[in-house]
């Protein structure tokens, strides 16, 4: 079975630009998760969505936005980018959104701000 | 504040030389306590998932237990392809997950 799959894997961009990330589930998989994973610390949460509603919001600003679609692939869109937005973009699906559901990983996609 | 602490932040060990890495934690309503392995630009691969004290999980080199403010994952004989940065993260009560920023281990042969 696929796992999760995240496009694109890298991508350069200026400041102010705006981004579209995009996460697969692997099949089956209900919830997405999106966390930002600056260099050298542990992923920050940003984003979760369960059968396309949102159910969690880190401490990210309103530049960053997200949906789930119908077949549970998701897109997160970054506005006006700064430099502080480099980093490395993971996404998450489990099946459910209970305690005993354990997330899985994507590749990630390397963002690159100038 | 909910908070997870990992130390030591790098390890270097020998081919063979046991060791723990060490997740310290404080969260209201612990739902879960995770750990993941992460290769350098990669994605965190799943390792473990502890839900109470005394709890114990074992893989291959790797072993993980769990106190009721910290978590321990204990490694083996340790082998060069064991290098990688070890992530732990805990689940509050909003199913959301809490990560520490991770413990670099490398093993030379």
């Known amino acids: 079975d696929a796992g999760v799959t995240q496009s694109p894997t890298h991508l350069i961009k200026t400041r102010g630009q705006h981004v579209t990330l995009r996460c697969s589930p692997i099949?089956?998989?209900?919830?997405v998760s999106w966390y930002q994973q600056v260099l050298g610390q542990g992923p920050q949460f940003i984003f979760q969505?369960?059968?396309?509603?949102?159910?969690g919001r880190g401490n990210f600003p309103d530049r960053f936005s997200a949906r789930q679609f119908p077949n549970y692939s998701s897109e997160l869109n970054v506005n006006a980018l700064l430099l502080g937005d480099s980093a490395l973009y993971l996404c998450?699906?489990?099946?459910?959104?209970?305690?005993?559901?354990?997330?899985?990983f994507g590749p990630g996609t390397r963002l690159t701000v100038l | 504040e909910d908070q997870v602490t990992q130390s030591p932040e790098a390890l270097r060990l020998q081919e063979g030389e046991s060791s723990s890495l060490n997740c310290s934690y404080t969260?209201?309503?612990?739902?879960?306590l995770f750990w993941y392995r992460q290769d350098p630009g990669k994605g965190p691969e799943f390792l473990f998932t502890?839900?109470?004290?005394?709890e114990e999980k074992e893989k291959e080199r790797l072993k993980a237990t769990l106190t009721k403010k910290e978590s321990f994952l204990h490694i083996t004989a340790p082998k060069p392809e064991d290098s990688a940065t070890y992530l732990c993260?805990?689940?509050?009560?909003?199913?959301?997950?809490?990560w520490g920023a991770g413990t670099k281990l490398i093993i030379k042969p």
């Open positions: 502890l839900y109470s004290a005394g």
């Open positions: 993260a805990v689940q509050d009560s909003n199913y959301q997950l809490i």
């Open positions: 969260v209201s309503g612990l739902r879960g």
């Open positions: 099949s089956g998989h209900k919830s």
């Open positions: 998450a699906t489990s099946l459910w959104l209970t305690s005993t559901d354990t997330q899985y």
């Open positions: 969505y369960y059968e396309k509603e949102e159910r």
